[in-house]
């Protein structure tokens, strides 16, 4: 079977997530935009491509008639991703420092496919504990990748280190005047507060792994 150019790697693993999240395929319009694509024609075109190499069945009378043929995704389109720990959706918890969090010495890895990853550089996997972060559709037991960086954005979810309590969070992160603010996903729940020297940042949520049943 002929190699798959990036865009059609790319719409293959959108396909994939999409009918494990929504529970039915996308559309077209649903590919172009999840994958940025200048038109729905140039998603025709690949989806063409894909149907004609195996990848797919599609059934042009019927609406979201796309099918994947193969159950699990193509080899070439799944990358390694070490699991190095746990970190807490809830209060912190206590994890080894962040020296130890050294993403080449994790001895577990898991599968996922590139979609997810896009390439980025630092990905690790981190294992969920609480659900203060469940308006985020973040549960306990999920996993969340993310991309090794130690600045966010205001707003945007991270793993943060609490250096005083040696302990981590998972939490969306805010930057205030005279403090940092890590806010729950979670109406029940009240944010932490915490002085800027006091927090690291270690990375960035990039992707969830929903764990089912």
Known sequence: MKRLSDRQKHIIGYIDRFLSEKGYPPSIRDIQAGC?????????????????????????????????????????????VPVIGIIAAGQPVPVPAPDTWDVTASAERMNVPRELTRDRD??????????????????????VLMQYVNAVANGEMAAVWLKEEK???????????????????????????????????????????????
Do not use: C, W
């Open 122 to 143: 630092g990905v690790y996997a981190l294992r969920v504990k609480g659900t203060s972060m469940i308006d985020a559709l973040i549960n306990d037991g999920d996993i």
């Open 36 to 80: 940025k694509i200048s038109s729905t024609s140039v998603v025709d075109y690949n989806l063409n491509i894909l149907e004609s190499r195996g990848y797919l069945r599609r059934h042009a009378d019927v609406s979201r008639g796309i099918k994947l043929l193969n159950k699990e995704p193509a080899a070439e389109m799944l990358v390694a």
């Open 167 to 213: 302990e981590a969070t998972l939490k969306k992160v805010y930057f205030e005047s005279d403090n940092v603010r890590l806010q729950p996903a979670n109406e029940q729940m009240l944010p932490l507060f915490a002085a800027p020297d006091n927090v690291e940042i270690q990375g960035r949520v990039i992707a969830v792994v929903r764990q089912l049943g």
